[in-house]
Antibody, heavy 119, light 108 residues
Framework: EVQLVESGGGLVQPGGSLRLSCAASGFTFSSYEMNWVRQAPGKGLEWVSY????????YYADSVKGRFTISRDNAKNSLYLQMNSLRAEDTAVYYC????????????WGQGTLVTVSS | SYELTQPPSVSVSPGQTARITCSGDALPKQYAYWYQQKPGQAPVLVIYKDSERPSGIPERFSGSSSGTTVTLTISGVQAEDEADYYC???????????FGGGTKLTVL
C-alpha cells in the first residue's frame, strides 16, 4: 500500500524556520517526481515546489522562491521542505504528493501537516 | 503569473448532471487534471490527461477539453459527490504547476 506521511509542522513565529518531512513507502520512491502543495485555512490548493526523481531538477512557486528549499533522500525514501523567513501567509496544511510517471497527475497524497505562522 | 479560472460554486439535484469548467490560456498545450477534496481529507485524482479516469473512480466522472476550457462532468450526481473540485495544469512552458481556485459542488 502506498503511503506518504508528512511531519514537522507546528507553530512558528514570523521570520522563523521549519523543516517538513514526508516519509514514503509502498512504492519505488526513487523513481517518482515529488511535489509539495499547500492549502491555507478555508482556501484552495496552491502548488509550492517540485523535485525530479534524482533531485537534479527543482522548481518553486514565486511565492516561496528564495525562502523554501525542497530536497530528497532516496536512500531514506524521504522528501523534505526547508522553510525559512516564514510569514503569516505561509500558514497552511502542507501536503506532499507524488507525480505519476505515466500520466503526470498527482496520484498519491499524504494526509498533510499544519504549519501555523503566528506571534 | 498563469491562472486557471473555475466557478466558485455549482449546485445540482441528485441524479442530475454537474458540469464544472476550468479556463486557461495554456490548456490547448497542457493536459488538465481534476481532483476531488472532501472536508478534512487530502485531494483525490479523479481525471487525468483531460479525459482519462483512474482505476477506482466511478464511470459517472468524465472529462473533456475544448480550446482554452476543460470540463469535469459528473453524470447522475450522488450525495457523496458533494465536495470541492480543483483543476490542475501547467503553464505554457510546462515548468510550473497551477491549480484552479476550486469549485464547491453542492448536491441539493
Amino acid at each position: 500500500e502506498v503511503q506518504l506521511v508528512e511531519s514537522g509542522g507546528g507553530l512558528v513565529q514570523p521570520g522563523g524556520s521549519l523543516r517538513l518531512s514526508c516519509a514514503a513507502s509502498g512504492f519505488t520512491f526513487s523513481s517518482y517526481e515529488m511535489n509539495w502543495v499547500r492549502q491555507a485555512p478555508g482556501k484552495g490548493l496552491e502548488w509550492v515546489s517540485y523535485i525530479s526523481s534524482s533531485g537534479s531538477t527543482i522548481y518553486y512557486a514565486d511565492s516561496v522562491k528564495g525562502r523554501f528549499t525542497i530536497s530528497r533522500d532516496n536512500a531514506k525514501n524521504s522528501l523534505y521542505l526547508q522553510m525559512n523567513s516564514l510569514r503569516a501567509e505561509d500558514t497552511a496544511v502542507y501536503y506532499c504528493a507524488s507525480r505519476s510517471g505515466s500520466h503526470g497527475g498527482f496520484d498519491y497524497w499524504g494526509q498533510g501537516t499544519l504549519v501555523t505562522v503566528s506571534s | 503569473s498563469y491562472e486557471l479560472t473555475q466557478p466558485p460554486s455549482v449546485s445540482v439535484s441528485p441524479g442530475q448532471t454537474a458540469r464544472i469548467t476550468c479556463s486557461g490560456d495554456a490548456l490547448p498545450k497542457q493536459y488538465a487534471y481534476w481532483y476531488q477534496q472532501k472536508p478534512g481529507q487530502a485531494p483525490v485524482l479523479v481525471i487525468y490527461k483531460d479525459s482519462e479516469r483512474p482505476s477506482g473512480i466511478p464511470e459517472r466522472f468524465s472529462g473533456s477539453s475544448s480550446g482554452t476550457t476543460v470540463t469535469l462532468t459528473i453524470s447522475g450526481v450522488q450525495a457523496e459527490d458533494e465536495a470541492d473540485y480543483y483543476c490542475q495544469s501547467a503553464d505554457s512552458s510546462g515548468t510550473y504547476t497551477v491549480f484552479g481556485g476550486g469549485t464547491k459542488l453542492t448536491v441539493l
